[in-house]
């Protein structure tokens, strides 16, 4: 953790927050957790058999350019030989047996702790200091020691890393104080209506570090209000703004806003930092030096606005990672950070260099279609692992090298064999398998995976590491199984479900100085806020109307079909019959939206679309893909044809007024699988509304998403439909905007063509 102090100009560190930064280490297929824990059992048991002190702690200053930067070293072990010689002693845990030990490069990170620790002996004037690497089977309890011998290049080295970082304070520092005295202007010549409510609570609510859900219909234009009025109290406070997205196609809307504010007078610095493997093809490849910590970052700083494809050419330019270039001008520089939700809320992937202990600032963070954080949760503490993954893991570790690998997966697969007795989803108990003793094996070979992987890469995602990532999740919460995590088998799958991940959440947002959350769907707040694991008297919520005519939008409900599943079979042809006339009574593009990809496909085959061209969302589609789609409904004569809750019925903006109708065909309920079963007994149990809060708020969310496609300007008008009788229920309808007021009619596309006017 680095530690600055402005005035006078001072830098605290160790040698630890030198080498850590280095992917070498952070590249190890090991948890956090194990390896401190199995590190300090190796590193006692050798510290009680050496001679001489454990544990020393020396400080080191360097003056690099007017800052005094103190370094401080704590060796493992210090002693003098019989020759007069100080020998300074490191200490490495390891996952080999004796003789991949001996075989074994030595990892580069390890020796240059060492060296850095012997540049601090020198610099001490200790008598001919040697290093002595000790490192220690955690397999067979065998050592391999290494000798090292001083370099000077390392204290070349250390100063040209203390330079970078202290070239890049100095930036923030003249970035503040110019910042500090300029006004955030409205990047618009106006604001619309609500947007002025919006704008003052946004900034009440940093001001007070308080957590503000917003809830605002789809096209009201919340992110220019909610941005300005963040910037506006982290310039007072010195904060930085994170826009936290739930999809990559959220992005460009708040770098839009950025350029706007670029030309209304307002200089800021922003960058995206994406999915590691979309930042960095060198990363994806695993052909990437993994670092920028020698990088200079004033370029980018001139820049201001970086796509994240300058920041790969700058990156490419200097030699160094991409994405770790990007964070890096995150965490220091930039007064905005677009990131995915997870790099600002998951535990296990966060971006500690903004968020972690120890940051150089603070964070006010915007979550856009704040609804799907809470699902989003509950997947960062889900798991599952199965027979295709296990059989991806033995293929990827071949030969006599690969043994132990091989056979520690074919022990996660008895497991699987142990609960094979049916084929039906049941619970079973985390506590009859041995996770933390295999979890403890899996760290062992951490080692030996890096020495595998570097010469032999695997492109794209590492089965190894996943099946890690499962067995950290297992035991990180098994004691929270039976209540928030459930575990469930089907006799070919393991599964762990988290049901409830306010609990997982909870110190994140605590970690916000505040936090806005924005959706159109955030109905009922008070169950996203216990989701989401905000105490009560730290929330607030405002809800800004949309201020578009009332008369521009026209709701239906067909009420003459259902699309319930036990009436699916009889209905189809039916269902299939009013989508088709309903399309024909529309003359712009029209959005049909599916409860799944099966009910999609099977209504298509049925139906007639004369004169309009589909299409068709299909699953796992690239984002090239998706935007290619999304850039043809500008056109006219299109039929688009989606998933409820998918990319193009949320966080997606079409051109503008592509979108004549949105047909939505039913209420896209939940499966009533027993993942279901299980969240409606625990929303029972809890609130005491199970089916209400585990598979109606579900689907009508997904229903008002796709709905908001249609009508985002006062000046566009469109119509929705919704194709099935139950959405005359009141317990569906308490989920529908106030300003919609829904008509049923038995035949929809008589009133489509009267509202526009055929």
Not at 159 to 164: H, K, N, P, Q, S
Not at 495 to 516: H, K, T
Not at 586 to 603: I, K, R, T
Not at 656 to 669: N, T
Request: proline share 6%.
């Amino acid at each position: 953790m680095l530690r600055w102090t402005d005035d006078p100009k001072t830098l605290e560190l160790a040698v630890r927050d030198v080498v850590t930064s280095r992917s070498e280490l952070r590249g190890l297929a090991m948890s956090s957790r194990a390896r401190a824990r199995a590190g300090s059992r190796a590193h006692q048991r050798v510290q009680e058999e050496a001679e001489g002190e454990a544990e020393v702690t020396w400080r080191h200053v360097e003056e690099i350019d007017g800052w005094r930067c103190v370094l401080t070293a704590r060796v493992d072990g210090l002693a003098e030989d019989e020759g007069g010689r100080t020998v300074v002693e490191e200490i490495k845990s390891v996952g080999l047996g004796e003789a991949a030990l001996d075989a074994s490069p030595v990892p580069e990170p390890w020796l240059r702790q060492l060296q850095l620790y012997l540049h601090v002996a020198v610099a001490a004037r200790r008598p001919m200091p040697v290093g002595r690497l000790r490192m220690v089977s955690l397999v067979d309890g065998s050592e391999r020691v290494i000798q090292v011998d001083p370099d000077v290049s390392v204290g070349e080295w250390l100063r040209a890393w203390l330079r970078a970082r202290v070239r890049t304070r100095e930036l923030w520092l003249a970035w503040r104080h110019d910042r500090r005295a300029r006004t955030v202007p409205f990047p618009f010549p106006e604001l619309r209506p609500g947007q002025d409510t919006l704008l003052a609570s946004t900034v009440e609510a940093v001001a007070q570090g308080r957590v503000l859900a917003v809830s605002a219909p789809t096209g009201v234009g919340k992110t220019a209000p909610a941005l300005v009025g963040a910037l506006r109290e982290a310039f007072r406070q010195d904060l930085g703004v994170c826009w936290a997205t739930a999809r990559g196609t959220q992005r460009w809307i708040v770098l839009d806003t950025i350029t706007r504010l670029g030309r209304a007078g307002l200089p800021l610095r922003a960058v995206v930092v994406p999915a590691r493997a979309e930042a960095c093809p060198a990363c994806a490849r695993g052909e990437c030096v993994g670092t920028a910590e020698l990088a200079d970052l004033q370029p980018l700083a001139e820049r201001g606005v970086v796509t994240p494809a300058e920041v790969l050419a700058e990156a490419e330019r200097q030699g160094a990672c991409a994405w770790a270039m990007a964070v890096e001008y995150a965490a220091h520089l930039a007064d905005v950070v677009v990131a995915d939700l997870n790099y600002a809320f998951d535990p296990d992937v966060h971006l500690r260099p903004l968020f972690g202990a120890g940051a150089p600032r603070r964070w006010a963070v915007v979550v856009d279609e704040a609804h799907q954080l809470p699902d989003r949760a509950r997947g960062w503490a889900s798991a599952r692992i199965d027979a295709p993954l296990l059989d991806k893991v033995d293929a990827s570790f071949v030969g006599h090298d690969g043994a132990p690998f091989r056979d520690l997966a074919d022990e996660v697969r008895g497991w699987l064999l142990a609960e094979a007795m049916s084929g039906e989803p049941r619970r079973w108990e985390i506590e009859a398998l041995d996770v933390e003793e295999v979890l403890g094996r899996y760290d062992a070979l951490a080692a030996e995976h890096a020495r595998l992987r570097e010469a032999s890469p695997v492109p794209g995602e590492d089965p190894w590491r996943t099946l890690g990532q499962c067995l950290f999740r297992l035991a990180t919460y098994a004691d929270r199984e039976g209540e928030e995590v459930v575990a469930l088998t089907d006799g070919a799958s393991l599964q762990l479900l988290c049901r409830d991940a306010a609990f997982l959440l909870r110190e994140r947002v605590a970690a916000c100085v505040s936090l806005i959350a924005m959706s159109a769907t955030l109905t009922p707040t008070w169950f996203w806020r216990e989701r989401v694991g905000v105490p009560a008297d730290r929330f607030d919520e405002v809800a800004v109307p949309s201020g578009f005519p009332a008369e521009n939008r026209l709701v239906l409900v067909a009420r003459g079909v259902s699309t319930a599943w036990k009436d699916r079979a009889k209905e189809r042809d039916r269902i299939a019959e009013v989508l088709e006339r309903c399309v024909a009574a529309v003359p712009g593009n029209v959005a049909l939206f599916f409860g799944s990809f099966e009910s999609m496909l099977d209504l298509l085959s049925r139906m007639d679309l004369p004169g309009r061209e589909r299409l068709v969302q299909r699953p796992g589609m690239s984002s090239a893909a998706r935007a290619e789609m999304a850039a043809a409904m500008g056109e006219p004569g299109h039929v688009l044809c989606a998933v409820l809750g998918g990319v193009f019925g949320e966080s997606v903006d079409l051109p503008s007024g592509a979108l004549g109708a949105a047909i939505i065909v039913g209420p896209a309920f939940p499966p009533p699988d027993l993942e279901t079963q299980l969240l409606t007994d625990w929303y029972e149990r809890r609130f005491d509304d199970g089916f209400g809060l585990a598979s109606v708020q579900s689907g009508m969310t997904r229903v008002v998403q796709a709905a908001g496609r249609v009508v985002r300007s006062a000046e566009e008008r469109g119509a929705v439909v919704l194709v099935c009788r139950r959405f005359l229920q009141n317990e569906l309808q308490t989920y529908l905007p106030e300003e919609w007021a829904p008509r049923p009619t038995g035949a929809p596309w008589t009133e489509l063509a009267a509202f526009f006017g055929g």
